[in-house]
């Protein structure tokens, strides 16, 4: 801890007096102190490269090449994904796969290449390996899409983890997206990204790097196709990104640049090749499958700090029900707890919670409770007392327990990464279930210290088992949070056997999405935090989640009633749509103001509305790996005006929606994909490729729905119904819908429409296997004489 640690722990603790501020000194000193004498000392380091080839050895959907001073193993899956490793670096084990590993292509194998290279053929990409051991990808064609520069080593002279760095080129015109939850993207602008989850310690906007979600995930867009790369390792790192610059009709291009340098671990890699849709399906065959939250975790979440107790909760519920204002769940944070300890209540302001869960539920309204990592060091608690049984914390290289600093005081944390631990922390929540929660929300799981922001709370050097293989933190650290998230779903699966879990994370890695969803963490309640916001969602639903969503209100100060009106609208439009009130200012929608309260009325009438269009998006996501909210470049990666377009999006194929970024607007320009589309509220029919002006009154944002498109609503009696616009005359369209099936793990059948003209009118079909028939569901044909 430096002098600027302490300051703004004295900040942070301030109000809970010294005894905490000299606890969270304490626990600093300690984490240097086991860290001096747990970590290697620094040495002479000695560099490597591969050195020239040396032999080959050809194997299923690949083979291994060795050179001079070091082998590399490549491989094409069936899937289509090109996995490669150094020094013996297999796809196993791995925190991200899910298992079992995709089996190697049969028809791939590693052939001569020119100038002394080899090089593997597959069907929907090449991969080539030069003699000095420079790898390029190309397309089936032969357009080259990557190409990684021979990676070099550094080797602690006395032995231990080496560092290493991988240079990359990219197309001139290629653009950077992923790396997790990033504020500053969704595309990724020149500079540094670090990969090493991370609590900022403060409310965050564009300019704060690294978050809480870090993945070495990167998806590249370039006129020669779109392609993903994932360097499965969870060390500590960085990414320098620089785009391209093309020569101007001179020739001499400027490829893109990409460096990873880690700390230490494998180097290895998968490559998916494609169009996006395609991508995303192999990268979730290869990560999992999205779980799906239940149907109601798709609605309105309010979520207070300072909930009150239970007086207070019965307050926004009739607040919402008197306002007219649709309402899914109530969040309590951390102060429901018995002194802020895990897995308790305090008794005081919640006598009788599960009453008061019970009476919410019979009204539609679910409990979702905040669950933290730390458990309280103190003998009598029984959680602490439990895992102190079952030996389920974190120690340090000596074999002590690591004590840090959390909102209860001193505390331990369990070890995730050990399956017998996992299985333990995932009972707790049996307690949980009896309290009357339906949802659960991980916080500061980074895991981060209370009070030194920004720090982890473990010593690099604490001690994991890593499913038997035994490291330190530096490789914990990324993946904690994963494996919290891991032991509570298949807890939950195991006490309620018959639903689906619903949980959601401040933080993660690749894969998260097999157990649930991520939240934003405390974003600035200014104009930034919006554009973050959405920079957020976008980037992480590139790399495989697609349930997230921001902090609606901000977490820190309070937002003017314009800056929460845009973010409710901008909300309403995102798949986790929770709102957050604190008790330093004004938090609910009736508290804005009538006008404010008016339209907010609007955008949350319309989100129930469109609830089975959500519940539709996610259930392809978890069988196609497309995320819910989308780039406009989605669909036709090729146009450069759309990769470059960062205020807007895809929710699903069907709908465009265009949020009010900046202050004082009531128009603006809106960045068309080719085809027609139809503003929802105007009905007025606008041609893309290309920018339009659409009104954006204080009211509402555009909201254009694709020409052909069918959208799920929900109708005025509660039933499903069908949205249809207008195709264009002489062309025809379509769309997917998954009726809701309940909150089970039956899956329910896809339905497929299309849309076409007929005689001059429009007609909407069911499609069968056996043939097109009328829809089950009542048909609203829009879009009919747009002008």
């Given at each position: 801890?430096?002098?600027?640690?302490?300051?703004?722990?004295?900040?942070?603790?301030?109000?809970?007096?010294?005894?905490?501020?000299?606890?969270?000194?304490?626990?600093?000193?300690?984490?240097?102190?086991?860290?001096?004498?747990?970590?290697?000392?620094?040495?002479?380091?000695?560099?490597?490269?591969?050195?020239?080839?040396?032999?080959?050895?050809?194997?299923?959907?690949?083979?291994?090449?060795?050179?001079?001073?070091?082998?590399?193993?490549?491989?094409?899956?069936?899937?289509?994904?090109?996995?490669?490793?150094?020094?013996?670096?297999?796809?196993?084990?791995?925190?991200?796969?899910?298992?079992?590993?995709?089996?190697?292509?049969?028809?791939?194998?590693?052939?001569?290449?020119?100038?002394?290279?080899?090089?593997?053929?597959?069907?929907?990409?090449?991969?080539?390996?030069?003699?000095?051991?420079?790898?390029?990808?190309?397309?089936?064609?032969?357009?080259?899409?990557?190409?990684?520069?021979?990676?070099?080593?550094?080797?602690?002279?006395?032995?231990?983890?080496?560092?290493?760095?991988?240079?990359?080129?990219?197309?001139?015109?290629?653009?950077?997206?992923?790396?997790?939850?990033?504020?500053?993207?969704?595309?990724?602008?020149?500079?540094?990204?670090?990969?090493?989850?991370?609590?900022?310690?403060?409310?965050?906007?564009?300019?704060?790097?690294?978050?809480?979600?870090?993945?070495?995930?990167?998806?590249?867009?370039?006129?020669?196709?779109?392609?993903?790369?994932?360097?499965?390792?969870?060390?500590?790192?960085?990414?320098?990104?620089?785009?391209?610059?093309?020569?101007?009709?001179?020739?001499?291009?400027?490829?893109?640049?990409?460096?990873?340098?880690?700390?230490?671990?494998?180097?290895?890699?998968?490559?998916?090749?494609?169009?996006?849709?395609?991508?995303?399906?192999?990268?979730?065959?290869?990560?999992?499958?999205?779980?799906?939250?239940?149907?109601?975790?798709?609605?309105?979440?309010?979520?207070?700090?300072?909930?009150?107790?239970?007086?207070?909760?019965?307050?926004?519920?009739?607040?919402?029900?008197?306002?007219?204002?649709?309402?899914?769940?109530?969040?309590?944070?951390?102060?429901?707890?018995?002194?802020?300890?895990?897995?308790?209540?305090?008794?005081?302001?919640?006598?009788?919670?599960?009453?008061?869960?019970?009476?919410?539920?019979?009204?539609?309204?679910?409990?979702?409770?905040?669950?933290?990592?730390?458990?309280?060091?103190?003998?009598?608690?029984?959680?602490?007392?439990?895992?102190?049984?079952?030996?389920?914390?974190?120690?340090?290289?000596?074999?002590?327990?690591?004590?840090?600093?959390?909102?209860?005081?001193?505390?331990?944390?369990?070890?995730?990464?050990?399956?017998?631990?996992?299985?333990?922390?995932?009972?707790?929540?049996?307690?949980?279930?009896?309290?009357?929660?339906?949802?659960?929300?991980?916080?500061?799981?980074?895991?981060?210290?209370?009070?030194?922001?920004?720090?982890?709370?473990?010593?690099?050097?604490?001690?994991?088992?890593?499913?038997?293989?035994?490291?330190?933190?530096?490789?914990?650290?990324?993946?904690?949070?994963?494996?919290?998230?891991?032991?509570?779903?298949?807890?939950?699966?195991?006490?309620?056997?018959?639903?689906?879990?619903?949980?959601?994370?401040?933080?993660?890695?690749?894969?998260?999405?097999?157990?649930?969803?991520?939240?934003?963490?405390?974003?600035?309640?200014?104009?930034?935090?919006?554009?973050?916001?959405?920079?957020?969602?976008?980037?992480?639903?590139?790399?495989?989640?697609?349930?997230?969503?921001?902090?609606?209100?901000?977490?820190?100060?309070?937002?003017?009633?314009?800056?929460?009106?845009?973010?409710?609208?901008?909300?309403?439009?995102?798949?986790?749509?929770?709102?957050?009130?604190?008790?330093?200012?004004?938090?609910?929608?009736?508290?804005?103001?009538?006008?404010?309260?008016?339209?907010?009325?609007?955008?949350?009438?319309?989100?129930?509305?469109?609830?089975?269009?959500?519940?539709?998006?996610?259930?392809?996501?978890?069988?196609?790996?497309?995320?819910?909210?989308?780039?406009?470049?989605?669909?036709?990666?090729e146009d450069r005006a759309l990769r470059d377009c960062e205020d807007a999006f895809l929710l699903g194929d069907g709908l465009l929606v265009a949020p009010v970024l900046d202050s004082g607007t009531d128009?603006?320009?809106?960045?068309?994909?080719?085809?027609?589309?139809?503003?929802?509220?105007?009905?007025?029919?606008?041609?893309?490729?290309?920018?339009?002006?659409?009104?954006?009154?204080?009211?509402?944002?555009?909201?254009?729905?694709?020409a052909g498109a069918v959208i799920p609503v929900r109708g005025e009696d509660g039933g499903l119904e069908l949205e249809a616009w207008s195709p264009a005359q002489g062309r025809t369209g379509g769309g997917?819908?998954?009726?809701?099936?309940?909150?089970?793990?039956?899956?329910?059948?896809?339905?497929?429409?299309?849309?076409?003209?007929?005689?001059?009118?429009?007609?909407?079909?069911?499609?069968?296997?056996?043939?097109?028939?009328?829809?089950?569901?009542?048909?609203?044909?829009?879009?009919?004489?747009?002008?």
């Amino acid at each position: 801890m430096d002098g600027r640690d302490l300051v703004r722990s004295v900040k942070a603790v301030g109000s809970a007096g010294v005894a905490q501020g000299l606890r969270t000194v304490r626990a600093a000193w300690r984490r240097r102190r086991a860290d001096a004498g747990g970590l290697p000392s620094r040495t002479a380091e000695r560099a490597r490269v591969p050195g020239a080839v040396r032999e080959v050895a050809p194997g299923p959907g690949g083979g291994v090449v060795r050179f001079a001073r070091s082998e590399l193993r490549i491989a094409v899956a069936g899937n289509g994904a090109v996995f490669w490793g150094w020094d013996g670096a297999g796809p196993e084990p791995s925190y991200a796969l899910a298992r079992p590993c995709p089996e190697p292509d049969p028809r791939a194998v590693l052939e001569p290449d020119k100038d002394g290279g080899w090089r593997v053929v597959a069907e929907r990409v090449t991969v080539g390996v030069s003699r000095l051991g420079a790898i390029e990808v190309r397309t089936p064609g032969g357009v080259p899409l990557r190409r990684d520069l021979p990676p070099r080593w550094w080797e602690p002279v006395g032995g231990g983890p080496a560092r290493w760095s991988q240079r990359s080129e990219v197309a001139a015109d290629a653009r950077f997206f992923g790396l997790g939850g990033r504020a500053g993207g969704p595309r990724l602008r020149d500079g540094t990204y670090r990969l090493w989850n991370t609590d900022p310690g403060h409310a965050f906007g564009p300019g704060d790097d690294p978050l809480h979600v870090t993945m070495p995930v990167q998806l590249v867009v370039a006129d020669a196709g779109t392609h993903l790369v994932f360097h499965d390792n969870s060390w500590d790192g960085t990414v320098t990104l620089r785009e391209g610059a093309e020569g101007a009709g001179s020739g001499h291009d400027r490829a893109g640049a990409s460096e990873f340098r880690m700390d230490g671990g494998p180097l290895r890699c998968w490559v998916v090749v494609g169009t996006p849709a395609r991508v995303a399906h192999v990268w979730s065959s290869l990560t999992g499958p999205a779980a799906v939250p239940p149907a109601w975790a798709l609605g309105h979440h309010h979520a207070r700090w300072g909930s009150g107790g239970e007086q207070e909760v019965r307050r926004i519920v009739a607040g919402c029900h008197e306002h007219e204002l649709p309402l899914d769940a109530v969040h309590l944070d951390t102060d429901h707890h018995d002194a802020h300890q895990v897995f308790t209540v305090d008794e005081d302001r919640f006598p009788k919670l599960p009453v008061l869960a019970e009476e919410l539920r019979r009204d539609g309204i679910r409990l979702v409770s905040v669950v933290e990592p730390a458990v309280r060091a103190a003998p009598g608690n029984a959680v602490y007392d439990g895992g102190t049984a079952a030996d389920a914390f974190v120690r340090d290289a000596a074999g002590r327990v690591v004590r840090g600093v959390a909102r209860s005081g001193e505390a331990v944390f369990p070890d995730f990464t050990h399956a017998r631990v996992r299985q333990w922390w995932g009972g707790l929540y049996r307690e949980r279930l009896g309290q009357g929660f339906a949802g659960f929300r991980h916080d500061m799981n980074e895991p981060t210290s209370f009070a030194a922001f920004g720090e982890t709370t473990l010593p690099r050097s604490a001690r994991h088992a890593l499913e038997g293989r035994g490291g330190d933190h530096r490789q914990a650290h990324n993946v904690y949070a994963l494996c919290m998230a891991e032991a509570a779903y298949e807890g939950l699966r195991d006490l309620v056997p018959e639903e689906r879990p619903f949980l959601f994370s401040r933080s993660g890695w690749a894969g998260m999405q097999r157990y649930g969803g991520i939240w934003s963490g405390n974003v600035a309640a200014g104009w930034p935090g919006l554009r973050a916001s959405l920079s957020l969602v976008l980037g992480l639903g590139l790399c495989g989640v697609p349930y997230s969503g921001p902090d609606l209100g901000g977490s820190e100060g309070v937002p003017s009633p314009e800056q929460y009106l845009r973010r409710l609208q901008l909300g309403s439009f995102l798949p986790l749509f929770r709102t957050h009130a604190s008790p330093r200012g004004r938090g609910e929608s009736w508290e804005f103001g009538p006008e404010v309260l008016e339209h907010a009325r609007v955008a949350l009438v319309e989100r129930r509305r469109l609830l089975p269009y959500f519940v539709t998006l996610a259930h392809l996501a978890r069988r196609t790996g497309a995320p819910c909210v989308r780039p406009l470049w989605w669909g036709a990666p090729e146009d450069r005006a759309l990769r470059d377009c960062e205020d807007a999006f895809l929710l699903g194929d069907g709908l465009l929606v265009a949020p009010v970024l900046d202050s004082g607007t009531d128009r603006r320009a809106v960045r068309l994909p080719p085809g027609r589309w139809y503003d929802t509220t105007t009905g007025r029919a606008y041609e893309g490729p290309g920018q339009v002006l659409v009104d954006a009154p204080l009211a509402r944002i555009p909201v254009l729905a694709r020409a052909g498109a069918v959208i799920p609503v929900r109708g005025e009696d509660g039933g499903l119904e069908l949205e249809a616009w207008s195709p264009a005359q002489g062309r025809t369209g379509g769309g997917l819908v998954v009726p809701d099936a309940g909150d089970g793990w039956e899956e329910p059948e896809i339905e497929r429409y299309a849309t076409r003209w007929q005689g001059g009118e429009v007609v909407v079909e069911r499609e069968r296997e056996d043939g097109a028939g009328e829809p089950p569901h009542p048909v609203r044909i829009r879009g009919l004489g747009a002008s």
